[in-house]
């Protein structure tokens, strides 16, 4: 995505503005699900904990959330804390 002028292939337009602010080149981590953005999320890292907060643009199915929470936990591993979605 960072590469392309055009952007659409995966990113809805009407989304872009929540994924580049401003349109200034700095991108907000994006979740992605078969090739798609369906939204951003945030970390807040805590003491003995990292909270993950979704933003996606619509409703997401019960196995994309799964998926979410596995990919959730795994990123945790990698910081060395438990991680969870906020």
Do not use: C
Not at 20 to 48: K, Q, S, Y
Not at 58 to 65: E, I, K, N, S, V
């Amino acid at each position: 995505v960072l590469g392309y002028q055009d952007r659409t292939a995966a990113l809805a337009p009407e989304h872009a503005q929540a994924v580049v602010p401003g349109n200034n080149g700095m991108f907000l981590p994006t979740i992605v699900i078969d090739g798609e953005i369906v939204g951003t999320w945030r970390r807040t890292a805590r003491t003995r904990e990292v909270v993950i907060d979704l933003s996606p643009f619509r409703p997401l199915p019960d196995d994309a959330l799964e998926g979410l929470a596995g990919a959730v936990l795994a990123y945790g591993a990698f910081l060395g804390k438990p991680a969870r979605i906020g």
